[in-house]
Nanobody, 114 residues
Framework: QVQLVESGGGLVQAGGSLRLSCAASATIFRGSTMGWYRQAPGRDRELVAIISSYGMTNYVDSVKGRFSISRDSAKNTVHLQMNSLKPDDTGVYYC???WGHGNWGQGTQVTVSS
């Protein structure tokens, strides 16, 4: 069973910052692409940011320049630093791993008030 433990969501005003974290086992973390998806009410789940095992990153256009994804190999953890948050960033954020056939965490709520 794949276990991804997410933390760091919450309520923040527009313009504020949050940092999401996702911890995985070493087996899952090493060699896997990790990332974050989000799902807003009434919308499909969308990819926000991914980072390969080699550190290559990619972002959805709407967050470029505001969000930064990184991985800490010593702690088997991937982080998503979110700055200049907007109300449109509101949603449930899911950690993702490419390990196996692809797996998601349980999700953490991010709410940005205007």
């Amino acid at each position: 069973q794949v276990q991804l433990v997410e933390s760091g969501g919450g309520l923040v005003q527009a313009g504020g910052s949050l940092r999401l974290s996702c911890a995985a086992s070493a087996t899952i973390f090493r060699g896997s692409t990790m990332g974050w998806y989000r799902q807003a009410p009434g919308r499909d789940r969308e990819l926000v940011a991914i980072i390969s095992s080699y550190g290559m990153t990619n972002y959805v256009d709407s967050v470029k320049g505001r969000f930064s994804i990184s991985r800490d190999s010593a702690k088997n953890t991937v982080h998503l630093q979110m700055n200049s948050l907007k109300p449109d960033d509101t949603g449930v954020y899911y950690c993702f791993t490419s390990w196996g056939h692809g797996n998601w965490g349980q999700g953490t709520q991010v709410t940005v008030s205007s």
